[in-house]
Nanobody, 117 residues
Framework: QKQLVESGGGLVQAGGPLRLSCVAS???????????WEWYRQAPGQQRELVAT???????VYADSVKDRFAISKDSRRKTVYLEMNNLKPEDTAVYYC????????WGQGTQVTVSA
């Protein structure tokens, strides 16, 4: 069983929304709650980039490119981290991954988001 399982990606037209989920079912609850959680994305030929962070205190930080369009949240009971994405743009096309800090887990398979113009 993988440590991180991302889902929710798909093909969407520009301007549309998507909601990504990342389940960390193997992470014990206390670790889930005390970690900072992050969403990353990697476009073809590009390095993986950090797009959103949710600290254990509930603070959020976003990359400038997604600010005011993306929102990160979590459900501790479900050990799931979400990324709400609105007003998607073709440049948001990438494979999206989540992970935690400190002590990153093995990377999941990611979920593909493709935004058509």
């Amino acid at each position: 069983q993988k440590q991180l399982v991302e889902s929710g990606g798909g093909l969407v037209q520009a301007g549309g929304p998507l909601r990504l989920s990342c389940v960390a079912s193997r992470t014990i609850t206390s670790v889930f709650n005390t970690a900072d959680w992050e969403w990353y994305r990697q476009a073809p030929g590009q390095q993986r980039e950090l797009v959103a962070t949710l600290t254990n205190r509930g603070n959020t930080v976003y990359a400038d490119s997604v600010k005011d369009r993306f929102a990160i949240s979590k459900d501790s009971r479900r050990k799931t981290v979400y990324l709400e994405m609105n007003n998607l743009k073709p440049e948001d096309t990438a494979v999206y991954y989540c992970n935690k800090v400190p002590s990153r887990l093995d990377w999941g398979q990611g979920t593909q988001v493709t935004v058509s113009a």
